[in-house]
Nanobody, 125 residues
Framework: QVQLVESGGGLVQTGGSLRLSCAASGRTFSNLAMGWFRQAPGKERECVVS????????AYADSVKGRFTISRNNAKNTVSLQMNSLKPEDTAVYYCAARTTWGEYVLMSDDYDYWGQGTQVTVSS
């Protein structure tokens, strides 16, 4: 089992920045591909970004390219999401997700094994 705990959400104005963090425990973190998802009210959950287990590969949704940056620290079992130039349409609950992989894969579908409880991000206009 893997436990994931997100932190760092909050309220920010348009154009502002937030940094989300996800702390993992329970499995060897360096065997996990990680992803950040978000779900806005009335909308389906979408994958925002994924990072491979070493951090060598990343993939971003078009809606956040150039504004969001994912990173991971395998020594600290954490993955972070730096969100800049935030827009009202970025408002959502953001979830951290993990999946055991045996190679340098990124995963933009929701086929993850473990999920955090979510953290709210609200961008005011």
């Amino acid at each position: 089992q893997v436990q994931l705990v997100e932190s760092g959400g909050g309220l920010v104005q348009t154009g502002g920045s937030l940094r989300l963090s996800c702390a993992a425990s329970g499995r060897t973190f360096s065997n996990l591909a990680m992803g950040w998802f978000r779900q806005a009210p009335g909308k389906e959950r979408e994958c925002v970004v994924s990072i491979s287990r070493s951090g060598g590969r990343t993939a971003y949704a078009d809606s956040v390219k150039g504004r969001f940056t994912i990173s991971r620290n395998n020594a600290k079992n954490t993955v972070s999401l730096q969100m800049n130039s935030l827009k009202p349409e970025d408002t959502a609950v953001y979830y951290c997700a993990a999946r055991t992989t045996w190679g340098e894969y990124v995963l933009m579908s929701d086929d993850y094994d473990y999920w955090g409880q979510g953290t709210q991000v609200t961008v005011s206009s």
